[in-house]
């Protein structure tokens, strides 16, 4: 099946194309099974990250609705927020961004450094919520002012995960099958984040589109399983609605493990920093506390307690987020 997603209004902010790419001292090291890598990392917007496939499409429909100004919303340490800053100030759309303080951190530079930092460089104008805020409602408010102030706001949900958003990661999976056929690799498992659920939703939309057996182990960053679950195959299905493709085979394919997010979002454990270290320090490649340390920590796992036979080919989902180390800096710090 060819997922054509060419009728759908699109701002080209460098998302494709990103590199799949074998890692051989990981590999090594673990002696399980083949490692691969998936570059969203290296978008090319701001630091990079995967939220710049969903802002191609959102962006797309902000500029057919003629709207001039981008509002959206996260935590502090969004990568979400600081992304669609650098799209909006790309395509010269203004962007407002309402930052929950929804981690209880300890950190020194949590609220000033890291992505939080980069929004304020990227020129987008920040409304500081406090944690357990309303945050729909605050962002309404948000866009109402800059109704009544003559703007024309376009609302993009937190992490950019409704059907717009997910359709680049729709695309995204015939580009893993397609690098991953061109290096005569069958992909049998990837390993992704899961967060707001777009990633991993349409992955999965994707991958069963092209009739790809691969499997997809969605690690939650933050919600329990059932609910995770529950986001991820609703949003995969009104997916395949839009895109008129089966549903049926969706639920079935909705694998999601919460074992890793720790005391909670945005907090992150010591097999957070232990992937982290050996992602740095035997690839060369930086990961994130927040959402790549955790699925790159269930990765290792997976590998140490054999779940992967040696003979298969894994493929690690890397959704960016490096900007987020810098507010971390007493937890990369601390001796082990
Ligand atoms: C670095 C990073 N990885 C993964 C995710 C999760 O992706 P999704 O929200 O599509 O589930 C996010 C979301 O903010 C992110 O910033």
Redesign the pocket.
Known sequence: MNLDLQRYPRLFLGGTHTPLEYLPRLTKLLGGPSLFIKREDCSRLATG???TRKLEFLLGDAQRQGADTIVTSGATQ???ARQTAAAAAKMGFQCTVVLEARVPSMEPHYSSSGNALLDKVLGASIVSAPSGADIPALVEEVAQRLRDAGRSPYVIPA?G?NVIGTLGFVECAGEILAQTAELQVSPDHLVV????????AGLLVGLDALGSSCAISGIS?GAPTSLQANKVGHLAAAVCRELELPVENIPGQVRVDDEFIGPGYGLPTAAVREAIDLMARHEGILL?PV??GKSMAALISYVRSGRFSKDENVIFVH???SAALFGYELFLSRPH
């Not at 984040?193 to 991993?200: L, N």
């Open positions: 990250g995967n939220k969004s990568n979400h992490g995960s984040a899961s967060g707001s659920a777009g990633t991993h960053v994130d959402y790549t959704t960016g987020g």
